[in-house]
Structure formats: C-alpha cells, structure tokens
C-alpha cells in the first residue's frame, strides 16, 4: 500500500500543551518565565485553535481524498511533526502497523533546507532503519517552481496588491520574506536560490516589477544570520519613497503563530511607524488551488515511479 507522510513544525491541540512544545524547541531547557508568558499570550489573542496544527489535519484529509479518487484506490495520508507529538518516529509505527510499502514524504514548506525539510526526510529514514522495516521511501522533490502553486501564490499577491488604495498603488513594493537561517550564505546557497527564484516566478505571473527580498525571524546579535530583516528592508524601502509595502511570505504556506507574528503584527506596527499603507498576502492554508498543486505535485511522482 502507498502512503503519503506530510511533515510540518507543530500541533498544539491544547492551550496547555504550549509549556512542552516550547520544553521539546529548547532542547530540553525550559524557557524564561517572561519567554513563556509572551508565548501564552500570542496564542491567547488569536482567540482561536492553534492554526497551524488544525489547518495541517484539514490538508490531509483532503489531500487523501483526492488522491484516493484519482488513483483509485485507499491513498492514506499521515501527519508528523517536528516540536509536537506526533513524532516521526510515532507515525512510524502506525504507518508499518498499517502495511504501508511505499512511503511518499511531503513537506508542507516548498523551500528545502537541511535543518528544516531535510530534518523531517532524515527522521523518517531513521525511524524505517531502526526497526529494520521494509518499506521503500520517496521524498517529493523540490516543488517550489511548480505551476499551480505558483499561480496559487500569485493569486494572493494581486489580491494584496488590490487592496492598497488607488492612490498608493504605483508606490507600493512587495517584500517577499522566508525564515532566516544562522551563519554566513554559503551553507544555505541552495535555500536562498529556491527563495529567489520563488519569488522570480510570483511577481512574473503577478505582473509585480517592484519588489524586493528580506528574512524574517532571525535571532540576537552576536549569531549571524541571513539578511536584511525584513523589518530594516521596511525602513529602507520607505527612505527610498514607497508609499505601500506588501509581505508576501513564501515559506510559510500554512497560517501560524510565528509569521502572523512576524509579518503580519510586527510589520503592521513598523508601517504605521514609517507612514505607509500596508497589506499582507493571505495563507494558502486549505485552499482548494493550493491543495490542487499538492495534489499534482504527489501524483507526478507517485506516477513516474509507477511507470519505471
């Protein structure tokens, strides 16, 4: 039997289970009182489920459902998580219980890198060998270039970019932004080439010839990152006499706490600061266009291998 395992950050399906989610992303340290109080707080002010972990369940389902009709037969699709249960190596256990033979690796980011997707593939690999199970394994190849999610990103950026007022539109610049990555560039030439050519391919099949990239999230001097933030880039497009700026994050297709914060909350606060009108693109989350490219992208390989 085939299956599918898509892989993302976190699952809090509690308010309560933000103290071992953030126990399991400090590596076993527990946080700073001030620390976890800022978290709870964040998650409180959504007024809602954690987005991230109920949206990730709402893709699967629907992406089994798609692949069961089109491939005709029982396609289960499974969840694991990085920082919450469960874990790789939990889902394991119930994809071999179930018979699975061949195993498709899905992460839900589309720019690879070796600490994010590359960790997920790593677990999944670790978890086979250690029960000596046999069951072949696929990871999906890079997907960020891919047409349909392309135009799905798209799609968000002309409707941000609508948004802006008539008389702010010819002023306005798009910041595309993505994870920062500790250390110097040439560790992650490979993350920064698919965030480029990412954002290429959006603002092409947007029409949007004003745009510039910037990182998000990167931690406290002295640890070098990857640059500029995109909160500087805010400040030196509105020196440069943007009137809008539009963020329009690309690594992040599901919404979630860090990038509302980053992004939405953060450069909302900046722009006000600076003077300039300001817009977000939405999440793709559980759109019917963004599943439609997963969709896709899973049964190009699923048929390719079909066919070798």
């Not at 698919?194 to 092409?204: I, P």
Request: contains cysteine; charged residues 25%; proline residues 5%.
């Amino acid at each position: 039997m085939r299956a599918i395992l898509l892989m993302s950050y976190c699952h809090l399906a509690s308010i309560d289970d933000i103290s071992s989610f953030y126990h399991h992303l400090y590596h076993g340290r527990i946080p700073a009182p001030d620390v976890m109080e800022d978290a709870v707080n964040r998650y409180r002010n959504l007024a809602k489920p954690d987005p991230l972990g109920s949206t990730t369940t709402r893709q699967a389902r629907a992406l089994e459902r798609r692949l069961t009709l089109r491939l005709g037969e029982t396609i289960p699709v499974y969840t694991a998580h990085k920082h919450t249960s469960p874990f790789v190596d939990e889902v394991m256990e119930r994809i071999l219980r179930d018979k699975v033979t061949h195993l498709y690796t899905l992460p839900l980011s589309p720019l690879y890198s070796k600490t994010g997707t590359g960790s997920y593939q790593r677990a999944a690999e670790q978890a086979r060998d250690q029960r000596n199970a046999n069951l072949a394994i696929t990871h999906i190849p890079a997907w960020h270039l891919h047409d349909r999610f392309v135009e799905a990103l798209s799609t968000r950026l002309v409707e941000a970019l609508r948004w802006i007022s008539a008389a702010n539109r010819e002023r306005t610049v798009v910041i595309f932004t993505a994870h920062s990555k500790p250390g110097l560039p040439a560790p992650h030439r490979d993350y920064i080439a698919a965030f480029t050519e990412l954002a290429q391919a959006v603002s092409r099949k947007a029409g949007c010839y004003s745009w510039k990239l910037a990182y998000r999230s990167g931690g406290p001097a002295p640890q070098k990152w990857l640059g500029p933030d995109v909160l500087d880039m805010m400040e030196t497009t509105a020196r440069e006499g943007a009137a809008a700026i539009v963020i329009c994050d690309l690594l992040s297709m599901t919404e979630n706490i860090e990038t509302l914060q980053d992004c939405r909350v953060d450069g909302l606060l900046k722009a006000r600061e600076l003077g300039l009108e300001f817009a977000n693109t939405e999440f793709l989350n559980d759109a019917d266009d963004f599943m439609t490219a997963l969709e896709e992208i899973v049964l190009a390989q699923v048929l390719y291998e079909a066919q070798q």
